[in-house]
């Protein structure tokens, strides 16, 4: 049996009757932010479609040859895209044309699965568009992405959209406990340093990072020129982005006299209490909404990510 997917069960819900009923579409779009799980669900999704367990499709039995097949990475009628480089080309959509006109070799239906859409350059998605005006009867495509907004309006109209949203952070906690066997403590501290985002929480507890006891530089600089440097740091790992959030609301939460188990960064505490002088109330808003600003930004618009950074890092050097 697949591993349980931790969240998205509206999403799941639908997936499946799209499968009990014979009503699968031929192109989905998933969109959600980087680590959210649109891939492990595409691929759950695929499963499903392509298990030989007619029985059963609640959920892939992880037993069949199909099964088996998907789980080694060798099932001829399932294939999954990513960028050849730093862009999806046009070669590789010419290629999907190729091959998807042909009848499935094994299964119901031949299933591709493009990862990181938003990097289709325009010829790419010139030559996915044709595909999806016309897809064969017996395909499915599913597109991953991170910026719904950089798709093209006809490809977005001819799939089904399907947004993944970060989970509260009490229950993507729990949901870490019960399937990892990790303790509150360390659940909750990757849940809220990873902002809801299953990927990123995993990846941060593997890693052992739920707690950071150095105050990130920028929130103690005071050299404009020292921005520049900085913003290459997070052009490098966004992620810290997410994590920067979180020391703004523990100085807020240190400020207000909050109660020790509120906040994040307890092992630094003593670091963030030498700050509090420095802001106030207005300045820590202003750092917050700055951030998200900035990552809006950069996920939903074309601005240049470098610049986008460079101006957030002045901001909050500055205090404004």
């Known amino acids: ?16 009757n799209a499968v009990t009923s014979e009503r699968v579409a031929g192109a989905y779009l998933f969109s959600g932010e980087q680590g959210i799980g649109k891939e492990t669900v595409a691929l759950y999704f695929a499963n499903l479609i392509l298990c030989e367990n007619t029985t059963d499709k609640v959920s892939p039995c992880g037993e069949c040859r199909a099964c088996r097949k998907i789980k080694n990475g060798n099932h001829p009628d399932l294939r999954i895209i990513r960028p050849d480089g730093a862009q999806i080309k046009i070669d590789q959509m010419r290629e999907l044309q190729q091959q998807i006109v042909y009848q499935p070799l094994e299964g ?29 009867a017996a395909s499915t495509i599913i597109l991953l992405t991170e910026n719904l907004k950089t798709m093209l309006p006809t490809i977005r109209s001819r799939c089904q959209i399907l947004t993944f949203y970060p989970m509260p952070t009490d229950e993507l906690s729990k949901a870490l406990m019960d399937s990892l066997s990790i303790d509150t403590e360390a659940a909750s501290a990757a849940a809220i340093l990873s902002r809801g985002v299953i990927g990123k929480a995993i990846t941060l507890i593997e890693k052992g990072i739920t707690e950071s006891g150095t105050v990130p530089a920028i929130m103690m600089e005071t050299d404009l020129l020292a921005a520049f440097r900085l913003a290459e740091e997070f052009e490098n790992e966004q992620e810290s982005l997410d994590d920067l959030i979180t020391w703004y609301r523990d100085l807020m939460l240190l400020q207000q006299d909050a109660p020790k188990e509120y906040i994040t960064h307890t092992d630094a505490i ?8 420095r802001y106030s109330d207005n300045r820590l808003e202003r750092a917050i909404k700055n951030i998200f600003q900035t990552k809006m930004l950069i996920q939903k618009t074309n601005v240049p990510k470098m610049l ?13």
């Open 1 to 16: 049996m697949q591993k349980k997917i931790i969240g998205h069960q509206n999403i799941i819900t639908q997936l499946q």
């Open 108 to 136: 119901e239906r031949k299933i591709f699965i493009i990862a990181n859409t938003e990097k289709m350059n325009d010829s790419a998605a010139n030559s996915l568009l044709k595909t999806l005006e016309e897809p064969p």
């Open 270 to 277: 003593e670091q963030l209490q030498t700050l509090v002088p």
């Open 308 to 320: 986008a950074l460079e101006v957030m890092c002045l901001k909050l050097i500055q205090g404004r």
